[in-house]
T-cell receptor, first 115, second 115 residues
Framework: AQKITQTQPGMFVQEKEAVTLDCTYD???????LFWYKQPSSGEMIFLIY??????QNATEGRYSLNFQKARKSANLVISASQLGDSAMYFC????????????FGQGTTLQVKP | GAGVSQTPSNKVTEKGKYVELRCDPI?????LYWYRQSLGQGPEFLIY????????DSGLPNDRFFAVRPEGSVSTLKIQRTERGDSAVYLC?????????????FGPGTRLTVL
């Protein structure tokens, strides 16, 4: 069964440093997509980055990059040069091509950026 | 352009009452999803619409929950005989398609509190 696991309930990082948020997934599909969303305290879900299962290169979007290791079924989010505004809840999610497109979310990781 | 909108933003009701939650997706998005997010958890899938029909309602917890999308745009999530365990944030998302790479755009959510 499809599943997303985020093992870090909370993380701290110093401003301007890089941080890695872990995500592992389980699926029997060959075609799937992996997403990271940010949810600030205001509650909205903000899309950050996408990685397709067939993409050979790791996805990057500005300060966000995705460390995709398909054999290990991991899709870790790397945030470089952390900013105070990065403090939020971060969710990893998966979408299987065979499964109506619904997103399966992990439990989330709370990131706090220290000044 | 306008994003996904949800009304009301907050709803407080008493146990046993009926509530309706509304979602207005991004214009032109044919796919619409409802998720439920309990405090400190990741969103959980409830139901998915492609056009006017519910293509996947496997996430609805029981028959007290029902959703419609009569004209293929606005959707209403209906909860009968509310229970305290229904308290959560109900998120709506829409996307242009259901392929694995189609990003889902989320609304701000409706926070439901059942007293």
């Amino acid at each position: 069964a499809q599943k997303i696991t985020q093992t870090q309930p909370g993380m701290f990082v110093q401003e301007k440093e890089a941080v890695t948020l872990d995500c592992t997934y389980d699926t029997s599909d060959q075609s799937y997509g992996l997403f990271w969303y940010k949810q600030p305290s205001s509650g909205e879900m903000i899309f950050l980055i996408y990685q397709g299962s067939y993409d050979e290169q790791n996805a990057t979007e500005g300060r966000y990059s995705l460390n995709f290791q398909k054999a290990r079924k991991s899709a870790n989010l790397v945030i470089s040069a952390s900013q105070l505004g990065d403090s939020a809840m971060y969710f990893c999610a998966m979408r299987e091509a065979s499964n109506t497109g619904k997103l399966i979310f992990g439990q989330g990781t709370t990131l706090q950026v220290k000044p | 352009g306008a994003g996904v909108s949800q009304t009301p933003s907050n709803k407080v009701t008493e146990k046993g009452k009926y509530v309706e939650l509304r979602c207005d997706p991004i214009s032109g998005h044919t796919a619409l999803y409802w998720y439920r997010q309990s405090l400190g958890q990741g969103p959980e899938f409830l139901i998915y619409f492609q056009g006017t029909g519910a293509a996947d309602d496997s996430g609805l917890p029981n028959d007290r929950f029902f959703a419609v999308r009569p004209e293929g745009s606005v959707s209403t999530l209906k909860i009968q005989r509310t229970e305290r365990g229904d308290s959560a944030v109900y998120l709506c998302a829409s996307s242009f398609g259901t392929d694995r790479y189609n990003e889902q755009f989320f609304g701000p959510g409706t926070r439901l509190t059942v007293l």
